[in-house]
């Protein structure tokens, strides 16, 4: 295991997924360092969304290894530095939430499970919420049921819930499908500012848009391995290095 201190956000060696018996990820070598702004790019169901949840545990590893910030996902307990946004807002369990209580719930890792919150958490709380809400221009939506709102309007909520963390790490999974040109652009803009002090982020990807030019890195996989990598400045791609596909 590596010194937590020095540890990067994330790293997997040979992780290797199966679903129903079959191979999703073929076993993945990564690395992802402080500061970098990586696109996970490949074709439908080569096993992007898999990567990332792999990535925060969210799906078990059939061989191989994955740590974040040097710990494995089971003994991590930094969350409220890692924002997650999935590719869809997960089903309400009947309860009906509004955009502001989903956009709330992001910052549920930062609370103390002790201690009430003072006052001046609760002022911090309140003011992250809303800055993670004008991010993503949905102020006035706040009190709107959050499953009435269209397909873009939920991936936006779901944005600023991640937003509203201020996490060290953004991990998103399709952040801008479906989304408008004009919040395309917002996010950009918002993610731009966010990296230029230094946080991290991992994107999933199938049109990069006005995030092409944050990214530091991207790696492309194909049925669960990958099958390039390329640097921001690199004159040309690198062939995936690591097990032929
Ligand atoms: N819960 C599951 N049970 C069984 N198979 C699954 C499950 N989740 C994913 N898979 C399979 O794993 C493969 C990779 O899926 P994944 O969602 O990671 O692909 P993807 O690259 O993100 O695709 P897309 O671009 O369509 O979102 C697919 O063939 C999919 O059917």
Redesign the pocket.
Known sequence: MTDPRHAPPFEMTGALVR??GRE?LGGIDLRVDAGDVLAVL?P???????LVKALLGLVPLAAGRTEIYGEPPARFRGWQRIGYVPQRLPAGGGVPATVREVVASGRVARRSRWLPALLGDRAAERDAVDRALKAVDLADRARDSAHLLSGGEQRRVLIARALAGEPDVFVMD?PTAGVDTRNQAALASALHELTRGGRTVVL?A?ELGPMEPLLTRTIE?GQGRVVRETRAGDAHETPATGRPA
């Open positions: 679903r129903d999703v490949g439908n169901g080569s096993g992007k969304s898999t399709e999933v199938h996989l």
